[in-house]
């Protein structure tokens, strides 16, 4: 086998691998996860850089056909929800993997707080507003998850409201997949003491210290409590339609290579069309020669 | 003197002339502008690759310390407007160099003919409400400029209105401007034998076929007509505040390579500092090493 073959065939195979290796299921443990592995992939660091950087071209590829398929008519979308505790590394996922697809094809939405006017109205209405067109990869940097995560354990929302979300939820993503839309949803699974070293980076580094923000660390106080919340919401909502995958995101370049082959897999399951013409090729090329 | 350091200073030298090379002025000729030259640079389009790469790196510095900065309260805002015949390259750059850019940072906005509420208001309504809030790069996939252009040219709006446009768009510029956004207007200028030979491209391929409307040639009928009403647009609006650069786009790698370039240099203009820490960083380092 040659060199370029056998750098061909590992995302391959991984692609098989990923989903079913990071699925979560009913009854999931997050405890069974280890944030420092690389489930279904048998590459190191720099084989992972590489086979991004395949599976990104790939990725462009299929996002130009979804886009294109979509201007015909093709009703598919895809929605991407990114949850993590602070410095998992949703940001990098986006720079690195989104980054990756033609911004015109892209629509991002970062939910913070809610605002006064948001925190009026049911908790799904400003995630209603953000969903991708047919033709669009949405991607939540954070989402209508907070509700059920941090409202949990800082005590936002009454238990019975919290209860009540989950159903909302599954609901609401059950009518998702209904108008076509493929959801996968992603937790970047990052160890405490992983989080520590990278906030310690932050508060060392000058060109850092933006992104700190010392109530960071309290969030670390109630870290338990955020991976029982973790653990509950993704057992609650975790559906046929709307998966959850845990990315063990201890490795960067493992997280990123798991998203962008996730993401892959899904346009690939959806399998877009090139548009054909609804024109006369011929005389549209006669009219051209002519002008 | 190394081969890196000499791929190094041509950038450099072409960050400099760039500006000066492809800035209008209000006696502006379209027709001293040839679409295949390559203005201030004096590379090849292998070397124009690389160098698109490394002002793409800078460009993604740039853009990560422009975006921090506007945490701390920094006002400054971009907004690239991208004007251009049909085929001529917008999407390109787009894809190549607004993908250069973490999205996380980028509002794009693509125009296409108004919407029937959009047409009822006034034409800078929906200008207005894509513009790129403190830290954001807005990029404007045609804009405004449309309805003094197609307006003009298949007269859409009557000639007094056209000419209260010029004078409605210089304001609004100067008053972006006024609220600290550097404004960046490129029209992508490609010759109409070129236009053929893309054309003619979408129409041999398959896959290219979505992208073909037969409408496009039609436009090549008033070709000369839509090159007057550029010239005139861009006479009457080149501002010092607002300035147009005319990019000769026949070559594709050049028509990148200069809009990131003047991209890059808008934003070393901005010369975005990162945020002091609003916290003290010992403090947060004995916090943090206990949690």
Do not use: C
């Not at 997050?30 to 991004?52: E, F, I």
């Amino acid at each position: 086998m040659s060199k370029k073959q056998k750098s061909k065939s590992r995302p391959v195979a991984f692609a098989d691998a990923v989903g079913p290796a990071l699925a979560a299921s009913a009854d999931f443990e997050l405890a069974g996860v280890d944030p420092s592995s690389t489930p279904g992939y048998t590459g190191d660091k720099a084989s992972g850089a590489r086979d991004l950087a395949q599976v990104g071209r790939e990725l462009g590829e299929l996002q130009e056909r979804f886009h294109a398929a979509s201007r015909a008519g093709a009703p598919a979308k895809v929605l991407l929800v990114l949850q993590a505790m602070d410095t998992a590394g949703k940001g990098g996922i986006v720079r690195h993997v989104i980054g990756a697809v033609d911004p015109q094809g892209v629509k991002l939405s970062a939910f913070k707080a809610p605002t006064a006017a948001e925190a009026k109205r049911d908790f799904l209405w400003r995630i209603n507003r953000a969903l991708p067109q047919a033709g669009f990869i949405g991607v939540f940097d954070r989402s209508h998850y907070e509700d059920v995560l941090i409202h949990k354990v800082r005590g936002l929302s009454p238990a019975e409201e919290i209860e009540r979300r989950y159903g909302a939820i599954r609901e609401f993503e059950a009518a998702l997949a209904d108008k076509d839309t493929t959801v996968i949803k992603v937790m970047l699974h990052i160890s405490k003491d992983e989080q520590r070293a990278r906030l310690a980076e932050r508060l060392e580094r000058e060109d850092k210290h933006w992104k700190f923000n010392p109530a960071d660390i309290d969030e670390r106080e109630v870290w338990d409590e955020y991976m029982d919340a973790y653990q509950t919401a993704i057992r609650r909502t975790h559906t046929p339609d709307a998966p959850w995958f845990v990315v063990p995101a201890d490795r960067k370049w493992y997280a990123r290579l798991a998203v962008a082959t996730l993401l892959a897999q899904a346009l690939k399951g959806i399998d877009p069309q090139w548009p054909p013409a609804d024109f006369d090729v011929e005389e549209q090329q006669r009219r051209l020669a002519a002008s």
